[in-house]
């Protein structure tokens, strides 16, 4: 089982990096294998927190971003991660689940019919930090979808491919790293299955920025709009049937 959740974690991480929507793989392949829900979570959450704090970690010292225009995310994503992880016994999935796929389905429609126009942003404007929060909210509840969301938030509001990659992995990070200290805290986390599956996505997320710097964005935004038609498509079979 080990070696199985060591190569899922690198293709999850892989994909996810790249376009998110990586826990289409590693959620099912988890649940598969025998693993409670919240076990699962935790341990998708548990390999966020390595994979995406290496990956943000490759970009600073490559100067595609700064701490200074990570930080102002910190407690959002923070606050959104707790309050999903709290919620998690609480509010059904489906809930968010409706909510991610209209957003999806949208950002989708939009990227097909407009396209992405980067242009460098002096600052984040604030109505924008309420839809993050409510990612992170949705990433500590359940996840899978959270890193394509935030990807088209920020490729909307203006920002380079990369930076919008970066600023993805650090709000991953931190949101991850709040909802994951709940799950430990309730008993959620088996290190067997946790710690095969992020030494995998550690891999992977070092894979995908090396690959990211190096591809077009002609080809990033097929990439990224052939997952999300993707996700739509498993989330609207959830949903529905």
């Known amino acids: 089982m080990e070696v199985i959740l060591f190569f899922t974690g690198l293709i999850v991480a892989l994909i996810g990096t790249l376009a998110g929507s990586g826990g289409l793989i590693g959620m099912p392949v988890m649940l598969l294998l025998g693993l409670p829900i919240h ?15 290496s990956s943000f970690i490759y970009l600073v010292r490559d100067r595609k971003i700064t701490w200074k225009e990570s930080l102002p995310i910190l407690p959002i994503a923070l606050a959104g991660g707790l309050s999903g992880a709290f919620l998690s016994d609480k509010i059904s999935p489906s809930l968010l689940e409706w909510m991610a796929f209209f957003f999806l389905l949208l950002a989708l429609a939009l990227s097909l019919l407009k396209g992405f126009q980067p242009k460098e942003r002096k600052k984040t404007h604030y109505r924008v930090y309420g839809l993050l929060y409510f990612i992170s909210t949705y990433d500590g509840l359940f996840g899978p979808g959270q890193a394509t969301m935030l990807m088209y938030t920020h490729l909307f509001h203006g920002l380079s491919y990369i930076k919008s990659m970066a600023l993805t992995r650090f709000q991953t990070f931190v949101s991850c790293l709040g909802a ?8 959620h986390v088996e290190w067997g299955a946790a710690v095969p599956f992020a030494l995998g996505a550690l891999l992977g997320a070092q894979l995908a920025v090396r690959l990211a710097s190096r591809l077009s964005m002609k080809y990033l935004k097929i990439l990224l709009n052939i997952l999300t038609f993707i996700l739509i498509l498993q989330l609207g079979k959830n949903l529905f049937f």
């Open 39 to 53: 076990t699962a979570i935790a341990t998708a959450k548990f390999s966020n927190i390595i994979s995406s704090f």
């Open 180 to 187: 994951f200290t709940v799950y430990f805290q309730n008993g």
